[in-house]
């Protein structure tokens, strides 16, 4: 059953999504308590104490490994495992909420053109119209509805951080496809995360000696083992698989039920009501995801029956 579950790439993808998805809400909550670089190096720490026995295993095995691709682990580690949420975190102490998830949004649309640029990948049209569905459910539901918003919206210096963010990100996808199949997706995941933590000590260091930390209460203490645990861990190894498995592009469609579960979540968690362009837009989006699922389903049987 797990075998079978871990061969299902927009399964894989969908759980992914619906952490990341979570994150999003535990880290406007964590705002207002401690900075955006505490609440990463926060996030990293306890990633890496859950997975200190396999990094340490990894570190016996796959030491030449490590050495042979530093380079491009060391790359993973700064576009992926600490660049994307701590320009998130940044971002949000200047942006507002709508800004930020509007831009982060357009992730499958970089992952495509970089894709293009970067390594030359071709997409089928039929995946770009499954992305532009996805894309106007996405603004569905940050807009309520109202596509005049978008008109209206002002970029400043968190709106540029965020489009930092989707580009980081981006990188991220397009390189961890190329160095799948020369180490196993665990040993990337393990030491790109440990590498980002290690990275972080300096920084975090100097966050601290300017920025004072808030009151620490048991909910915020929550929220940092939920953002350390899932999104941190799960939704890296869920993303991973599947990108290993189809690759950035076809797989970044999935980044548009992010903010579909996130306005679930924040139903649930902080109690914000879920309106009709909400729902609407949710709809759009697995609409959009569930047309890559069925044709990607169809080009791998016709391969079977050639």
Known sequence: MIQRLGNAPYLLLVGAAFFWGGNAV???FLAGSLPPVTISFTRLGIGVLIMSPVIIKLFKHER?????????????????????????YWALNYTTAINATLLNSTSPLFIFLLSALLIGEKMALKYWVSMAISVIGVLFVITQGSFERVLDLQFNIGDLIMVLAVISWAL???????????LPSLAVFGYTLAIGFIVMIPAVAIELSIVPIGEVKLADLSALLYIGIFPSICSFLLWNRAVAMIGPSKASISLNLIPVFGAIAAF????????IPQIIGGCLVFIGVFITSLTKKKSVQLAEEA
Not at 67 to 86: D, P
């Open 172 to 182: 991220y996808s397009i390189y961890i496809k190329k160095i799948s199949g020369k």
């Open 26 to 28: 535990a880290g406007k």
């Open 64 to 88: 030449e490994a490590l050495k042979e691709h530093f380079k491009l682990l060391l790359f993973l580690a700064v576009t992926g495992v600490i660049g994307f949420n701590l320009l998130i």
């Open 268 to 275: 649930f968690i902080l109690g914000e009501v879920i309106t």
